[in-house]
């Protein structure tokens, strides 16, 4: 028996020495944080983004407990746990299921100070959702949505709440692809004004990194960039500096210099920000490996007056690069990927700086494959890991002390002298003497010496220890309607426009031409998008300028019907040109002046004098001179067209259309046609067979198909009166009025005249009356007659079940009235068309039809005249609608049939709106031809009347043409 214990134990011995040395050794990778007492430790997970709370310099040293505890370095979804704490904690699944989510999709987190910054989010849910799950995300007043599929947003302390931070959507940054590794820059300009530098990563100009093709592969392609932008919070005593509306940003501009044009480049991070900037970034570049990034740096020279990044040099990898993903060596960059360079706050104040990042080196592919291979290997915690290593010496941020002044030699006698050379100058015509002109001279101590210059120059002694400002402008403000030519010069304005930079820009516009039709054979092989150029001219400042004009040309909203296909065309004009030089230390202004034309000596100069150089008298003999410049823009009124018709002449504007359906009185446009056919197959109308799509129409039925058919083509109708009515709107609300706004400013007597017809075709209707509420208003009619003009007015009064009349009469007026109320309703559309309408809506200058102030007259014809010529003189804008009673254009009709041109379906064409825009002037009670407007422009020139500070010269020569 003892022999058999000693074999048991023997045996017991093997099998345990041989278990101990099949289970492999697993090493952890050097420099992972797990390892580093005091650090945040890696998870199973992903862990990237590290980032750490920024932090004020006195908090950092005013407890070691907190400096430990509360501002380590961690990942960016720790802190979005964190943040939700509490919610995890709760009971409630599906909320934490969110928060997971967004735990999950957080891509990196910036603190540009102790509780605000920014964050990148990929998928995340709509604002209405999470609002309505009540986490701490707000809609933006400035957005309506998420703009791609991964978005940055700031953070910010609620403003019930200090201690709790809220999210919300980003607008200035964000495009519809992705935009994600937001880092910021907090400094001050010159005027010692908050300044936010903005770096992040984006694929906005060539997205999609990937697909799957119809084999179920992975296509790889494109690359992301950085880009940078500028926010300057307004200048205010009140000045909320959590709230985006008080800061004015930038354009977002490609980070030159830094990016590569075949390669992507990620996860930027500025360090040193106060002394000498480094940008560390991580790029693939020179990788044949797409997934092999590794951390570069290069120097950025950083302008925070007139928001401009450049790159001095080109990057640098920063360490030698190990060639084994093996971390037991001591290398930042490996051939696996690395990530997310970021150095610990505050740079200025440590002797020595770490640098963390993220890498998937020696990456745990085994825990979850159940492939245990019983051999020694290196692991990380999970797929990546947060690493720690020294900072290379040659990235050192210096610590900056202001050099000693020199003392002056007491036994010199200094007596220098200090004078201001200032110019006022015409920048579209430097030669060019300006008129009226004034020079402002201010010093500190509140004094003023008003210059007036007959030489646009000026020569003065300043003192030394003041600082002094100059202003100019122009009192001229004369403009002569009287005169024989079409262009009149009306004063001079300030520069508002900081076009100095050498640049490209661009401006776009859209249009779509509805009712197109092909057969389905032909629209298969039809060429769904054409892409042309032109070239074109642009004025800017009064420069022409060279431009190209894109023009893009799609096939959209196809529809079929049996073998016709039914589409219409979207053009997009993209307009191309290079920005100019006017002059590159030139300072603008940006203070809102109601009347530009008089500048009140506002405009300042091209430098602030004395403010930095010379404030205090130097020791020496020179006689100094500070040369100033003040720039003026001349402005020249155009006069615009007398008279406006909407006809087929205008872009895009289809005349022959009906804008009613038969027997019906409201405007024929998508909303109402489609509402007007749900009445019908409702039954509502039961007794409206007056109406030709009802199905007992007692007039013109056609049977099932025919009146299916019918339907069709008032839809058809319904989207080019929509459009109609688009184009109404939009030339009156931004061409029209505002050209009027410009003359009226010169001639207060000026009168906008808006005419509305309505059209009926012949049929009668025999038996139909109007179905609604009753309507009151005033119909009225310019008349021209030999020396002046007349408004015909007559009181219309329709009450529900009034009789349409053999004659259209009535159906006639009901039209002019839905007319006018459904342009009227575009004209206040601000959100789509703008304010031109609405400000003379809103200040009481519009006499609209149905104003109480013209209903109520008593009406006993003839008016009373007092009372009209009141109305008139107080309204600047006049909207006149008159029924008439059928078009006198004379048909024979022998049938009731289609595609004949003699057929009652001729008449289509017939149920219209004609709308004419005069510009009268109303003089001694009278309206009469205005002066201030050309009778020989056409309408369609409208577009390029506004006052846009045009050379004589340039519109002389296009009106030759």
Same mark, same amino acid.
């Given at each position: 028996?003892?022999?058999?214990?000693?074999?048991?134990?023997?045996?017991?011995?093997?099998?345990?020495?041989?278990?101990? +040395?099949?289970?492999?050794?697993?090493?952890? /990778?050097?420099?992972?944080?797990?390892?580093?007492?005091?650090?945040?430790?890696?998870?199973?997970?992903?862990?990237?983004?590290?980032?750490?709370?920024?932090?004020?310099?006195?908090?950092?040293?005013?407890?070691?407990?907190?400096?430990?505890?509360?501002?380590?370095?961690?990942?960016?979804?720790?802190?979005?746990?964190?943040?939700?704490?509490?919610?995890?904690?709760?009971?409630?699944?599906? !909320?934490?299921?969110?928060?997971?989510?967004?735990?999950? =999709?957080?891509?990196?987190?910036?603190?540009?100070?102790?509780?605000?910054?920014?964050?990148?989010?990929?998928? /995340?849910?709509?604002?209405?959702?999470?609002?309505?799950?009540?986490?701490?995300?707000?809609?933006?007043?400035?957005?309506?949505?998420?703009?791609? #599929? %991964?978005?940055?947003?700031?953070?910010?302390?609620?403003?019930?709440?200090?201690?709790?931070?809220?999210?919300? =959507?980003?607008?200035?940054?964000?495009?519809?692809?992705?935009?994600?590794?937001?880092?910021?820059?907090?400094?001050?300009?010159?005027?010692?004004?908050?300044?936010?530098?903005?770096?992040?990563?984006?694929?906005?100009?060539?997205?999609?990194?990937?697909?799957?093709?119809?084999?179920?592969?992975?296509?790889?392609?494109?690359?992301?960039?950085?880009?940078?932008?500028?926010?300057?919070?307004?200048?205010?005593?009140?000045?909320?500096?959590?709230?985006?509306?008080?800061?004015?940003?930038?354009?977002?501009?490609?980070?030159?210099? +830094?990016?590569?044009?075949?390669?992507?480049?990620?996860?930027?991070?500025?360090?040193?920000?106060?002394?000498?900037?480094?940008?560390?970034?991580?790029?693939?570049? =020179?990788?044949?490996?797409?997934?092999?990034?590794?951390?570069?740096?290069?120097?950025?020279?950083? $302008?925070?007056?007139?928001?401009?990044?450049?790159?001095?040099?080109?990057?640098?990898?920063? $360490?030698?690069?190990?060639?084994?993903? *093996?971390?037991?060596?001591?290398?930042?960059?490996?051939?696996?990927?690395?990530?997310?360079?970021?150095?610990?706050?505050?740079?200025?104040?440590?002797?020595?700086?770490?640098?963390?990042?993220?890498?998937?080196?020696?990456?745990?592919?085994?825990?979850?494959?159940?492939?245990?291979?019983?051999?020694?290997?290196?692991?990380?915690?999970?797929?990546?890991?947060?690493?720690?290593?020294?900072?290379?010496?040659?990235?050192?941020?210096?610590?900056?002390?202001?050099? /000693?002044?020199?003392?002056?030699? @007491?036994?010199?006698?200094?007596?220098?002298?200090?004078?201001?050379?200032?110019?006022?100058?015409?920048?579209?015509?430097?030669?060019?003497?300006?008129?009226?002109?004034?020079?402002?001279?201010?010093?500190?101590?509140?004094?003023?010496?008003?210059?007036?210059?007959?030489?646009?120059?000026?020569?003065?002694?300043?003192?030394?220890?003041?600082?002094?400002?100059?202003?100019? #402008?122009?009192?001229?403000?004369?403009?002569?309607?009287?005169?024989?030519?079409?262009?009149?010069?009306?004063?001079?304005?300030?520069?508002?426009?900081?076009?100095?930079?050498?640049?490209?820009?661009?401006?776009?516009?859209?249009?779509?031409?509805?009712?197109?039709?092909?057969?389905?054979?032909?629209?298969?092989?039809?060429?769904?998008?054409?892409?042309?150029?032109?070239?074109?001219?642009?004025?800017?400042?009064?420069?022409?300028?060279?431009?190209?004009? @894109?023009?893009?040309?799609?096939?959209?909203?196809?529809?079929?019907?049996?073998?016709?296909?039914?589409?219409?065309?979207?053009?997009?004009?993209?307009?191309?040109?290079?920005?100019?030089?006017?002059?590159?230390?030139?300072?603008?202004? %940006?203070?809102?002046?109601?009347?530009?034309?008089?500048?009140?000596?506002?405009?300042?100069?091209?430098?602030?004098?004395?403010?930095?150089?010379?404030?205090?008298?130097?020791?020496?003999?020179?006689?100094?001179?500070?040369?100033?410049?003040?720039?003026?823009?001349?402005?020249?009124?155009?006069?615009?067209?007398?008279?406006?018709?909407?006809?087929?002449?205008?872009?895009?504007?289809?005349?022959?259309?009906?804008?009613?359906?038969? #027997?019906?009185?409201?405007?024929?446009?998508?909303?109402?046609?489609?509402?007007?056919?749900?009445?019908?197959?409702?039954?509502?109308?039961?007794?409206?067979?007056?109406?030709?799509?009802?199905?007992?129409?007692?007039?013109?039925?056609?049977?099932?198909?025919?009146?299916?058919?019918?339907?069709?083509?008032?839809?058809?109708?319904?989207?080019?009166?929509? &459009?109609?009515?688009?184009?109404?709107?939009?030339?009156?609300?931004?061409?029209?009025?505002?050209?009027?706004?410009?003359?009226?400013?010169?001639? /207060?007597?000026?009168?906008?005249?808006?005419?509305?017809?309505?059209?009926?075709?012949?049929?009668?209707?025999?038996?139909?009356?109007?179905?609604?509420?009753?309507?009151?208003?005033?119909?009225?009619?310019?008349?021209?007659?030999?020396? *002046?003009?007349?408004?015909?007015?007559?009181?219309?009064?329709?009450?529900?079940?009034?009789?349409?009349?053999?004659?259209?009469?009535?159906?006639?007026?009901?039209?002019?009235?839905?007319?006018?109320?459904?342009?009227?309703?575009?004209?206040?559309?601000?959100?789509?068309?703008?304010?031109?309408?609405?400000?003379?809506?809103?200040?009481?200058?519009?006499?609209?039809?149905?104003?109480? =102030?013209?209903?109520?007259?008593?009406?006993?014809?003839?008016?009373?005249?007092?009372?009209?010529?009141?109305?008139?003189?107080?309204?600047?804008?006049?909207?006149?609608?008159?029924?008439?009673?059928?078009?006198?254009?004379?048909?024979?009709?022998?049938?009731?049939?289609?595609?004949?041109?003699?057929?009652?379906?001729?008449?289509?064409?017939?149920? !219209?709106?004609?709308?004419?825009?005069?510009?009268?002037?109303?003089?001694?009670?009278?309206?009469?031809?205005?002066?201030?407007?050309?009778?020989?422009?056409?309408?369609?020139?409208?577009?390029?009347?506004?006052?846009?500070?045009? &050379?004589?010269?340039?519109?002389?020569?296009?009106?030759?043409?």
């Amino acid at each position: 028996m003892k022999n058999n214990s000693h074999i048991l134990k023997f045996c017991f011995l093997m099998i345990l020495l041989f278990v101990i +040395a099949c289970n492999p050794t697993i090493y952890r /990778p050097k420099q992972n944080v797990s390892l580093i007492k005091g650090e945040v430790s890696n998870t199973e997970g992903d862990d990237i983004a590290p980032i750490q709370q920024k932090f004020a310099e006195e908090i950092l040293y005013d407890s070691l407990d907190r400096r430990a505890n509360d501002f380590k370095v961690k990942a960016s979804s720790k802190f979005i746990e964190d943040l939700f704490q509490e919610e995890l904690e709760s009971g409630d699944r599906f !909320r934490k299921r969110i928060i997971k989510n967004l735990t999950n =999709n957080v891509e990196s987190i910036y603190f540009i100070d102790t509780n605000r910054g920014f964050a990148s989010f990929s998928h /995340p849910p709509s604002p209405e959702f999470l609002m309505g799950q009540n986490l701490p995300f707000d809609k933006s007043e400035l957005i309506s949505d998420n703009s791609g #599929g %991964t978005d940055i947003f700031y953070f910010a302390p609620s403003k019930y709440d200090n201690n709790s931070i809220r999210f919300q =959507n980003f607008p200035y940054l964000n495009s519809p692809f992705w935009d994600s590794h937001p880092t910021a820059v907090l400094q001050k300009d010159k005027n010692n004004n908050p300044v936010i530098l903005i770096i992040f990563s984006s694929d906005r100009e060539q997205p999609f990194s990937k697909a799957i093709d119809l084999n179920g592969d992975t296509i790889y392609g494109g690359s992301t960039d950085l880009y940078y932008a500028f926010a300057r919070l307004e200048s205010s005593v009140n000045s909320d500096a959590n709230n985006l509306k008080n800061y004015k940003f930038d354009k977002v501009k490609k980070l030159e210099g +830094a990016n590569t044009p075949n390669f992507s480049e990620g996860s930027p991070f500025v360090f040193c920000d106060c002394c000498s900037p480094t940008l560390f970034f991580s790029s693939n570049r =020179n990788n044949k490996n797409r997934f092999d990034f590794d951390i570069y740096s290069v120097k950025l020279m950083i $302008d925070y007056d007139n928001f401009t990044v450049e790159t001095a040099g080109l990057p640098e990898i920063i $360490d030698e690069k190990s060639m084994t993903t *093996d971390s037991l060596t001591f290398r930042i960059n490996t051939i696996a990927d690395e990530r997310f360079p970021f150095i610990p706050f505050p740079h200025s104040v440590q002797d020595s700086n770490y640098i963390y990042f993220s890498s998937d080196r020696n990456k745990n592919i085994f825990k979850n494959c159940g492939c245990e291979d019983g051999r020694d290997r290196t692991e990380n915690f999970g797929e990546y890991d947060i690493y720690k290593y020294n900072l290379p010496e040659k990235y050192k941020c210096p610590k900056t002390e202001k050099p /000693p002044k020199p003392e002056p030699k @007491k036994d010199t006698i200094y007596s220098p002298e200090l004078y201001a050379d200032i110019v006022i100058i015409n920048a579209q015509n430097p030669k060019e003497k300006l008129r009226d002109s004034k020079l402002l001279l201010l010093s500190e101590d509140g004094k003023e010496i008003i210059l007036n210059s007959d030489t646009n120059r000026i020569f003065t002694q300043l003192d030394f220890g003041k600082k002094y400002s100059v202003r100019g #402008g122009s009192t001229y403000n004369t403009m002569n309607c009287e005169e024989s030519n079409d262009i009149i010069f009306s004063g001079y304005s300030m520069p508002k426009l900081n076009i100095y930079e050498m640049d490209a820009d661009s401006s776009t516009k859209m249009e779509v031409l509805t009712s197109f039709t092909m057969k389905l054979t032909d629209f298969v092989k039809l060429d769904k998008e054409k892409t042309s150029f032109k070239d074109g001219k642009i004025l800017v400042k009064g420069h022409q300028l060279n431009s190209k004009i @894109k023009t893009v040309e799609k096939a959209i909203n196809a529809r079929i019907e049996n073998d016709i296909v039914y589409y219409d065309k979207q053009f997009t004009h993209t307009n191309y040109w290079n920005k100019i030089d006017i002059r590159p230390d030139l300072a603008y202004y %940006t203070e809102k002046n109601n009347d530009p034309t008089v500048l009140n000596l506002k405009v300042p100069s091209v430098r602030t004098l004395n403010e930095e150089l010379f404030y205090e008298e130097p020791q020496s003999n020179k006689k100094i001179i500070i040369y100033d410049t003040i720039y003026l823009i001349p402005n020249y009124i155009i006069k615009p067209p007398c008279y406006c018709e909407f006809s087929g002449n205008l872009t895009s504007f289809q005349q022959n259309v009906p804008y009613f359906q038969t #027997g019906f009185w409201e405007v024929n446009t998508l909303k109402n046609y489609r509402r007007d056919i749900q009445k019908l197959a409702s039954g509502r109308l039961s007794d409206a067979r007056w109406v030709e799509l009802h199905r007992h129409n007692q007039y013109f039925g056609e049977g099932k198909f025919g009146r299916i058919r019918r339907h069709i083509e008032y839809e058809n109708y319904a989207r080019t009166v929509d &459009s109609n009515l688009s184009k109404m709107a939009e030339m009156i609300v931004n061409s029209i009025i505002p050209a009027f706004k410009v003359i009226d400013s010169i001639n /207060p007597g000026e009168k906008l005249i808006i005419s509305l017809d309505a059209w009926s075709d012949r049929r009668p209707v025999q038996r139909g009356w109007y179905i609604g509420d009753e309507i009151n208003y005033v119909e009225g009619s310019l008349e021209e007659n030999k020396y *002046d003009f007349d408004i015909d007015f007559r009181k219309v009064n329709i009450k529900d079940k009034s009789s349409l009349n053999m004659n259209n009469d009535t159906l006639s007026r009901l039209r002019a009235y839905f007319g006018y109320k459904e342009l009227l309703n575009k004209l206040l559309d601000t959100a789509k068309y703008g304010k031109g309408f609405y400000d003379y809506y809103k200040a009481n200058l519009v006499l609209m039809p149905d104003n109480d =102030n013209l209903t109520s007259i008593n009406v006993n014809k003839p008016f009373s005249l007092k009372s009209i010529e009141e109305l008139i003189y107080k309204s600047k804008i006049i909207i006149l609608a008159k029924g008439n009673y059928f078009d006198p254009t004379n048909f024979k009709i022998p049938q009731y049939i289609r595609d004949v041109d003699s057929s009652l379906f001729m008449l289509d064409t017939i149920r !219209r709106i004609d709308l004419r825009i005069n510009t009268l002037e109303y003089k001694a009670g009278k309206l009469i031809k205005s002066p201030c407007c050309n009778p020989n422009l056409p309408c369609i020139d409208y577009e390029a009347i506004i006052n846009d500070r045009k &050379s004589p010269a340039i519109i002389e020569k296009k009106k030759k043409k």
